[in-house]
């Protein structure tokens, strides 16, 4: 049942995706880019607990590099993406 | 309450944040804001998680939070926006590597506490193995891709013979090493052999793939990364991580279709095809007229009299990171009374919207930047294009040479201008070494040299 459930929620988020991203336009693909690029590093919830929970050795390494890569994405994405969105100006707004 | 409850529905609001932020993300005017409520959805999420009881440990969190977070923060605060699509492909690499990490530490964790009457559920190993598959294949693909972009490596196509063959077989491995696994999951060696198959098969996947289809394995490895990320949840049962990674998948594969749309390629010739390496002419390039090259000078007298002019950056611009003095330009034509705007190729540059980041680095409005669609109808009321480092973009030869690689690609229409000029560095073929007829147009005169000082020669005479 917890499959049918998850494979459930799956196939509806791909669905809102499509509708989401499908109307943004091409002037704002790269920022989209990286700014799903820093919502992919959502992985970091599911390393906190691999890295938190004082298993096992093995698992608790491997959550930890987790953590640290997916906290690059998750912090760089989001700042450069800011960066970028901050220079985006319409004409009427003049020079920054 | 209970602590489970309150995880979960902070999860639900974090998931409402990253779909409020992506909607946010569809107008140039929102999308700060938006991509600013996508983070504090995601500072809500890490935080919650906290508090997960599972976690009694903090000093490896905190270590690898406070490193992340410092290279992650200098990076992009560093990085120059001719850069970006490298730093995007590596971003995503480091993605994928932790969603490969995540499946690996959640097996470890279900291999301990098995035992012979409960053993770990077939569909937790399935979905470890897809996110390690995903997950290692997005990460070493990604690396190459950032080799390849930032020109570590050559970014020429790597074609040999029988390619798709060892890919297929690569793939095919992984399967056969996940099945055997999964049968007989005390044997680690398979899970082992799996993930270095993996990691294999993303250096074999983008090898092929040349600097100019970059754009489209940039999306493609975008949507690697979420789906990687959904994959881990699905193995730890985590419907947050399934929520943002499906979401991402989407947006990297519509971006994909995009591009490949751009190209009027299908994914699997962008992918299988090492284009240019087998389009490549082998006799001479084929004389089609005479090239009428123009001085920096003779040019100005030209756009001073234009009324209008039409500016066609790509991947030149970057290279020659000539975005600020064709802003410069633009000024001197509009003081001057004339009309400037850009048009902007979907594939033009190395990734989605890469020329539209450079130009808005460089204070141009993003309203006069102009998508193919919207100029081409009207190109032909224009006095001047100025073509800045494109070639395959404004190639005529996809509308008229049936017998060139790129016919059928929609393209901009250049030619159609009254006069053209094209800003190259040499006559040596560009990407693909396809011929485009454009150079020889009777309306075209070249001016040969690096784009940035030509740029600067024509503010100069300006003033």
Known sequence: MELIFLTFVFVLAIFLGFELINKVPSTLHTPLMSGSNAISGITLVGALVSAGAAHQELATWLGTAAVAFATINVVGGYMVTDRMLAMFKKKDQGEG | ?463
């Open chain 2, 1 to 463: 309450m209970s602590e489970e409850m309150l995880i979960n529905l902070v999860y639900v609001a974090s998931a409402v944040m990253f779909i409020f932020g992506l909607k946010l993300l569809g107008s140039p005017d929102t999308a700060r804001r938006g991509n600013f409520i996508s983070a504090v959805g995601m500072l809500c999420a890490v935080i919650v998680t906290l508090i997960d009881q599972n976690i009694v440990e903090y000093q490896y969190i905190v270590g690898g939070i406070v490193a992340g977070g410092l290279i992650g923060a200098l990076v992009a605060r560093m990085v120059a926006m001719t850069s970006m699509p490298e730093m995007v492909a590596l971003f995503n690499g480091f993605g994928g590597l932790a969603s490969l990490l995540v499946g690996w530490a959640a097996l470890a964790v279900a291999m301990l506490n098995a035992s012979d009457a409960a053993p770990v559920p077939v569909f937790m190993l399935v979905t470890v193995f897809l996110s390690i598959l995903i997950g290692g294949l997005t990460f070493t693909g990604s690396l190459l891709a950032y080799g390849k972009l930032s020109e570590r490596i050559s970014g020429k196509p790597f074609v040999y013979t029988g390619q798709r063959v060892v890919n297929s077989l690569i793939l095919l491995a992984v399967i056969v090493c996940a099945g055997l696994f999964v049968v007989d999951p005390s044997n680690q060696n398979w899970l082992y052999l799996a993930v270095g198959l993996a990691l294999l098969l993303g250096v074999s996947f983008v090898l092929p793939i040349g600097g100019a289809d970059m754009p489209v394995v940039i999306s493609l490895l975008n949507s690697f990364s979420g789906i990687a990320a959904a994959s881990a949840g699905f193995a730890i049962s985590n419907i947050l991580l399934i929520v943002a990674g499906s979401l991402v998948g989407a947006s990297g594969i519509i971006l994909t279709n995009i591009m490949c749309k751009a190209m009027n390629r299908s994914l699997s010739n962008v992918l299988f095809s090492g284009f240019g390496a087998v389009t490549k002419s082998d006799g001479p390039v084929i004389e089609q007229g005479e090239v009428k090259p123009l001085t920096p000078e003779d040019a100005y007298y030209i756009l001073e009299a234009a009324a209008s002019v039409v500016i066609i950056p790509g991947y030149g611009m970057a290279v020659a990171q000539a975005q600020h003095i064709v802003k410069e330009l633009q000024e001197m034509l509009e003081d001057n009374g004339c009309e400037v705007v850009y048009a902007i190729h979907p594939v033009a540059g190395r990734m989605p919207g890469h020329m539209n980041v450079l130009l808005a680095e460089a204070d141009v409005p993003y309203d006069q930047l102009l998508e193919m669609d919207q100029i081409n109808p009207r190109l032909e009321t224009f006095d001047v294009a100025v073509v800045i480092g494109a070639n395959d973009v404004v190639n005529p030869a996809a509308r008229e040479v049936e017998s060139s690689p790129i016919y059928g690609m929609p393209v901009i229409n250049a030619d159609k201008a009254r006069t053209v000029f094209v800003l190259k560095r040499s006559m040596a073929s560009g990407f693909a070494g396809i011929d485009n007829p454009l150079f020889f147009k009777e309306n075209t005169r070249m001016i040969f040299g690096d784009a940035k000082e030509t740029l600067n020669n024509l503010v100069k005479a300006f003033d």
